[in-house]
Antibody, heavy 119, light 110 residues
Framework: QVQLQESGPGLVKPSETLSLTCTFS??????????WNWIRQPAGKGLEWIGR???????NYNPSLKSRVTISIDTSNRQFSLKLSSVTAADTAVYYC???????????WGQGALVTVSS | QSALTQPPSASGSLGQSVTISCTGT?????????VSWYQQHPGKAPKLMIY???KRPSGVPDRFSGSKSGNTASLTVSGLQAEDEADYFC??????????FGTGTKVTVL
């Protein structure tokens, strides 16, 4: 059973860097066609794709966030991570990690991690 | 990139059908057959319901179907059940090698 689980601080100060990790279990993180995504959702609002990483390390980012986002992967520990720099209150959201594993879509999701940006 | 446009709400009676639209441009919905739909219950993570416009993942009831015409994709839920009441989001691949989601539709079962 594939499972994804987000972890990281729930509170980040303005101008600092938000860091989250997603741990994958129940399958192979290195499957050739898989890629690993971060998606966020402010309270009461819609979903926003942040970016993705392949197991090769190749990345693609949302153009609107590209200057502040870094996604990395550690296949040996079955984890991938998100760093979002220079955060403001507008970055307060539930952050989801999601995988493209069996089909060409976000078919597996973590439960989500609420990150609040506040001093 | 702008969010795909969905109606804020849709409703149908138990056993009836409801159709949700998702409108984009030729650079996303109209340009690729990588449209997917997600169901989200309050406080829960989204769940994949349709991928590649009209395909259903294993375990998703055949009451859920998808289609596309031009720059608009649609999700139809037939034989509405109480548990279908949720928010629904579409998503599409974008030519800038990224993805965009729809604005979301709240489906109410009357």
């Amino acid at each position: 059973q594939v499972q994804l689980q987000e972890s990281g601080p729930g509170l980040v100060k303005p101008s600092e860097t938000l860091s989250l990790t997603c741990t994958f279990s129940g399958g192979s993180i290195s499957s050739g066609s898989s890629y690993w995504n971060w998606i966020r959702q402010p309270a009461g609002k819609g979903l926003e794709w942040i970016g993705r990483i392949y197991t090769s390390g190749s990345t693609n980012y949302n153009p609107s966030l590209k200057s502040r986002v870094t996604i990395s992967i550690d296949t040996s520990n079955r984890q991938f991570s998100l760093k979002l720099s220079s955060v403001t209150a507008a970055d307060t959201a539930v952050y989801y990690c999601a995988g493209r594993i069996e089909v060409t879509a976000f078919d597996y999701w973590g439960q989500g991690a609420l990150v609040t940006v506040s001093s | 990139q702008s969010a795909l446009t969905q109606p804020p709400s849709a409703s149908g009676s138990l056993g009836q059908s409801v159709t949700i639209s998702c409108t984009g441009t030729g650079s996303d919905v109209g340009g690729y057959n990588y449209v997917s739909w997600y169901q989200q219950h309050p406080g829960k993570a989204p769940k994949l319901m349709i991928y590649e416009v009209s395909k259903r993942p294993s375990g998703v009831p055949d009451r859920f179907s998808g289609s596309k015409s031009g720059n608009t994709a649609s999700l139809t839920v037939s034989g509405l059940q109480a548990e279908d009441e949720a928010d629904y989001f579409c998503s599409s691949y974008v030519s800038s090698i990224s993805f965009v989601f729809g604005t979301g539709t709240k489906v109410t079962v009357l």
